[in-house]
C-alpha cells in the first residue's frame, strides 16, 4: 500500500511561472519530509524538507507547504526556471523494522518550458 | 561535501550471473540504504544498514543480499540476476537515526539483465 503518493506523473509550466507539485501521504506518524530532485542518469540530489511542527520552509525559489491535518505538501517554485526540468521526488520519514527510513513517491515530472 | 560513489555507472549482465554493486561513502555516516528505481514505482528500499555487519530487509528484498563489512562500503548482490532485475539502483547514507536530516545519493548504477 503506498504511503507516499504523487498524482500527476508529469507538468509543464512555462518559465517565470509557478510551478506547484503536490505530494499526500496516508500514514500519520511521519514526521519529516524531504523533496529530491533528480536529472537522468544521476542519484536524486536534497532540494529542500519541513518538520511536522512547521506549516512553511522557504530556500530561495523553493518553498515547502505543509497541511498536517489534510496529510498533503506541496513544493513552489517561483520563478520557474527550464534548468528546474527534472523528476521531483516527495519523501517522508517513518519506521521499518523499529528504524526510521525514507519511503518515496512515484516522483513527477516537471518541464519547464522556455 | 558528503560523496557517495556507486563503482560502476552501467553494467550489462546475463541472467543467472552473480552480480555485485558497490556503494562507498566519505562521511563515516551510520546509515547506508540501496534503492531501485522504475519508472512508474518510484525508488523502493530494497535493503538498509545501521551499522557494520548489520542488515534490514525493505519493502521488495526478494532475489538480493547486502553486505556491509565495513562503514563506508555496502553492497548489493543479486545471487542469480533476472530480466526483472534491469534497473536502476541507487545507494545512499546518512548520519544516524535518519530524523530531521537527509539522506545522501550515489549517481546511480544502470543494471541491465539479458
Known amino acids: 500500500d503506498q504511503q507516499v503518493k504523487q498524482n500527476s506523473p508529469s507538468l509543464s509550466v512555462q518559465e517565470g511561472r509557478i510551478s506547484i507539485l503536490n505530494c499526500d501521504y496516508t500514514?500519520?506518524?511521519?514526521?519529516?519530509f524531504l523533496w529530491y530532485k533528480k536529472y537522468p542518469a544521476e542519484g536524486p540530489t536534497f532540494l529542500i524538507s519541513?518538520?511536522?511542527?512547521?506549516d512553511k520552509n522557504e530556500d530561495g525559489r523553493f518553498t515547502v507547504f505543509l497541511n498536517k491535518s489534510a496529510k498533503h505538501l506541496s513544493l513552489h517554485i517561483v520563478p520557474s526556471q527550464p534548468g528546474d526540468s527534472a523528476v521531483y521526488f516527495c519523501?517522508?520519514?517513518?519506521?521499518?523494522?523499529?528504524?526510521?527510513?525514507?519511503?518515496f513517491g512515484k516522483g513527477t515530472m516537471l518541464l519547464v518550458s522556455p | 561535501d558528503v560523496k557517495v560513489t556507486q563503482s560502476s555507472r552501467y553494467l550489462v549482465k546475463r541472467t543467472g550471473e552473480k552480480v555485485f554493486l558497490e556503494c562507498v561513502q566519505d562521511?563515516?555516516?551510520?546509515?547506508m540504504f540501496w534503492y531501485r528505481q522504475d519508472p512508474g514505482l518510484g525508488l523502493r528500499l530494497i535493503y538498509f544498514?545501521?551499522?557494520?555487519?548489520?542488515?534490514e530487509k525493505g519493502d521488495i528484498p526478494e532475489g538480493y543480499s547486502v553486505s556491509r563489512e565495513k562503514k563506508e562500503r555496502f553492497s548489493l548482490i543479486l545471487e542469480s540476476a533476472s530480466t526483472n532485475q534491469t534497473s536502476m539502483y541507487l545507494c545512499?547514507?546518512?548520519?544516524?537515526?535518519?530524523?530531521?536530516?537527509?539522506?545522501?545519493f550515489g549517481q546511480g548504477t544502470r543494471l541491465t539483465v539479458v
Open positions: 519541513i518538520s511536522s511542527i512547521k
Open positions: 500514514n500519520s506518524m511521519f514526521d519529516y
Open positions: 562521511m563515516d555516516h551510520e546509515n
Open positions: 544498514s545501521y551499522d557494520v555487519k548489520m542488515k
Open positions: 519523501a517522508a520519514i517513518g519506521m521499518n523494522s523499529g528504524y526510521s527510513t525514507l519511503t
Open positions: 545512499a547514507s546518512s548520519f544516524s537515526e535518519l530524523m530531521n536530516t537527509e539522506a545522501f
